[in-house]
């Protein structure tokens, strides 16, 4: 019986990591046109896939990579729609 590889293991993280950073970051430039944004939740949801990497199989973290990412780009349009009503109400 193969041994399935683990995404928790430094190597096969990294492989993952150098596979996918890139399309992620073009997808979430492309979808919400901010570069800066894109690469910081880029980068948020690598440190959250490593966090969770004992409940995430390697074959549902692309799947799971994309999800934390979409959420975590909704979370900061909603909040700036937020911030930007307060500013709208203040004045």
């Not at 073009?26 to 690469?39: M, S």
């Not at 979370?75 to 004045?91: D, T």
């Amino acid at each position: 019986m193969k041994e399935k590889k683990n995404i928790c293991e430094e190597i096969n993280f990294t492989a993952f990591f150098r596979l996918h950073a890139q399309s992620l970051r073009n997808y979430l430039i492309y979808k919400f046109g901010n570069e800066e944004l894109a690469e910081d939740i880029t980068q948020e949801a690598f440190v959250k896939l490593w966090q969770n990497c004992k409940d995430v199989p390697l074959e549902k973290a692309k799947s799971y990579l994309y999800t934390v990412a979409n959420n975590a780009s909704l979370n900061i349009i909603s909040h700036q729609k937020v911030v930007l009503e307060y500013s709208k109400k203040k004045y």
